[in-house]
């Protein structure tokens, strides 16, 4: 019986650059994710109502285990009755006035940075 040897060190090689561009396209995702939320949370400032600018003010950028959340710090204790609504003749909106509503409009934009920030990536990978 004869044996046949295989040398897997190209292999292993490019298993080890593959797993860099990974780590690369993870950071770039992360990057443009917090861009996008930016963004997100710059629009909605503009968007809310304004008396004293607390609300406005109290919006937030939170870095969660999947990429960015955009909301309120919880420092403005109507925040939730201005967004949502319910009581005193202000009607209940579920999904809210300003936060929700501008972050449907923003998905498409999101969805676009994350593939350019992946492609940006992947052209720098070396395929040959």
């Known amino acids: 019986m004869s044996n046949v040897e295989v040398d897997t060190a190209s292999l292993n090689r490019a298993m080890t650059q593959l797993a860099g561009c990974v780590e690369r396209i993870a950071q770039g995702a ?6 996008q939320g930016q963004t997100l949370l710059d ?3 503009v968007r809310v109502p304004k008396v ?3 609300m406005a003010g109290s919006l937030a950028l939170f870095t969660v285990d999947d990429g960015v959340e955009v909301g309120y ?3 403005v204790p ?3 009755w201005i967004e949502f609504g319910g009581s005193r ?3 209940r909106i579920a999904m809210g ?3 929700y509503p501008t972050a449907q ?3 498409q934009p999101f969805v676009a940075a994350m593939e350019r920030a992946a492609e940006q990536e992947i052209a720098h990978y070396p395929w040959s």
């Open 30 to 35: 992360k990057d443009a994710a917090r861009t």
């Open 52 to 54: 004293s600018g607390a």
């Open 105 to 107: 409009g923003a998905e």
């Open 89 to 91: 003749g202000r009607p």
């Open 43 to 45: 629009t909605v400032e």
């Open 97 to 99: 006035r300003y936060l």
């Open 78 to 80: 109507y925040a939730a």
């Open 73 to 75: 710090d919880g420092s």
